[in-house]
Antibody, heavy 122, light 105 residues
Framework: QVTLKESGPGILQPSQTLSLTCTFS??????????VGWIRQPSGKGLEWLAN???????YYNPSLKNRLTISKDTSNNQAFLKITNVDTADTATYYC??????????????WGQGVMVTVSS | DTVLTQSPALAVSPGERVTISCRAS??????MHWYQQKPGQQPKLLIY???HLESGVPARFSGSGSGTDFTLTIDPVEADDTATYYC????????FGGGTKLELK
């Protein structure tokens, strides 16, 4: 079955770089139509899409955060990564990774990880 | 940015029919999807490509719409449906609606 699990530093200071890892099983990021996305959710608030990476290494970013985000993957180890530079308190949130699937007509997230809480605090 | 607008909250009685709406600021064709999120849990896919029921999701859930106006319908509503429901488009980058919190009376 498909599973995803996020990992991260837990807490970091303003201006640092946040590095997140998504370790998944049950699918391969080398398979046509497969992708991984990152989404975050501040406590008590809504969902914000951050970035997607696809089987062909295409990458897409939220335009409002694009200059701070880098998404990458390690296909052989079934992992995807997200880096966010120059964090501040507004980046405090639960970060989710999710499997993205593309079925010709469009794409969506069909499996989600449990999320990892990240706090930015001095 | 394609902005998705949802009503913030709804309250219904068990057994009733509820419709949750999502309006896009521009056409997204049928690239609209719906997720359910219960407190403390990750979101769960309910409906993809506007009207396709995800495997394992009860047939009480259905989706409709195209262009800018979309609807998630739950009929009949059960107590376990208490949750926040999000729409999400994948036509122009990816964006989520603000969520509709469904409460049962």
């Amino acid at each position: 079955q498909v599973t995803l699990k996020e990992s991260g530093p837990g807490i970091l200071q303003p201006s640092q770089t946040l590095s997140l890892t998504c370790t998944f099983s049950g699918f391969s990021l080398s398979t046509y139509g497969m992708g991984v996305g990152w989404i975050r959710q501040p406590s008590g608030k809504g969902l914000e899409w951050l970035a997607n990476i696809w089987w062909d290494d295409d990458k897409y970013y939220n335009p409002s955060l694009k200059n701070r985000l880098t998404i990458s993957k390690d296909t052989s180890n079934n992992q995807a990564f997200l880096k966010i530079t120059n964090v501040d308190t507004a980046d405090t949130a639960t970060y989710y990774c999710a499997r993205a699937v593309y079925y010709g007509l469009g794409a969506y997230f069909d499996y989600w990880g449990q999320g990892v809480m990240v706090t930015v605090s001095s | 940015d394609t902005v998705l607008t949802q009503s913030p909250a709804l309250a219904v009685s068990p057994g009733e029919r509820v419709t949750i709406s999502c309006r896009a600021s521009e056409s997204v064709s049928t690239l609209m999807h719906w997720y359910q999120q219960k407190p403390g849990q990750q979101p769960k896919l309910l409906i993809y490509l506007a009207s396709h029921l995800e495997s394992g999701v009860p047939a009480r859930f259905s989706g409709s719409g195209s262009g800018t106006d979309f609807t998630l319908t739950i009929d009949p509503v059960e107590a376990d449906d208490t949750a926040t429901y999000y729409c999400q488009q994948s036509w122009n980058d990816w964006t989520f609606g603000g969520g509709t919190k469904l409460e049962l009376k």
